[in-house]
Nanobody, 122 residues
Framework: QVQLVQSGGGLVQPGGSLRLSCAAS????????IGWFRQPPGKEREGVSC????????TYANSVKGRFTISRDNAKNTVTLQMNSLQPEDTAIYYC???????????????WGQGTQVTVSS
C-alpha cells in the first residue's frame, strides 16, 4: 500500500522541541520532493518546509527559519522535521506530502500523510 505515515507531535511548552517523522511505504522518498505543511486552528493550510530530491535544496517559511530543520534519511525512507524554540503560534496540525516536482508540490502533491497535532502551550 502506497502511503505516508507520520509520527511525532504532541504537547510541548513554549521554547521546547519536537520532531516529526514522515515514513513512506510502497514507494521510495528519494525520488520525490517532500514538503511539510501545517494548518493552524481556524486558518488556511500553509507551507512550512520543503526538500528537493533533484538537488537536495531545502526551503523554509520565514516564520520557521532558524528554528525548524528538514532532513532526509534515504536508508530509512523517512523525512524528519526537527522543530526547536517552539512558540504558541506554531500550534497546528502538521502534514507531510510527497510530490514528483516543485510545481506538483504547489498545486497538488501526489501523497499526503495523515496529519499530526502539535500544540505549544504552557
Amino acid at each position: 500500500q502506497v502511503q505516508l505515515v507520520q509520527s511525532g507531535g504532541g504537547l510541548v511548552q513554549p521554547g521546547g522541541s519536537l520532531r516529526l517523522s514522515c515514513a513512506a511505504s510502497g514507494f521510495t522518498l528519494d525520488r520525490y520532493d517532500i514538503g511539510w505543511f501545517r494548518q493552524p486552528p481556524g486558518k488556511e493550510r500553509e507551507g512550512v518546509s520543503c526538500t528537493s530530491h533533484s538537488d537536495s535544496t531545502t526551503t523554509y517559511a520565514n516564520s520557521v527559519k532558524g528554528r525548524f530543520t528538514i532532513s532526509r534519511d534515504n536508508a530509512k525512507n523517512t523525512v524528519t522535521l526537527q522543530m526547536n524554540s517552539l512558540q504558541p503560534e506554531d500550534t497546528a496540525i502538521y502534514y507531510c506530502a510527497a510530490a514528483s516536482n516543485s510545481a506538483t508540490m504547489r498545486k497538488s502533491p501526489d501523497y499526503w500523510g495523515q496529519g499530526t497535532q502539535v500544540t505549544v502551550s504552557s
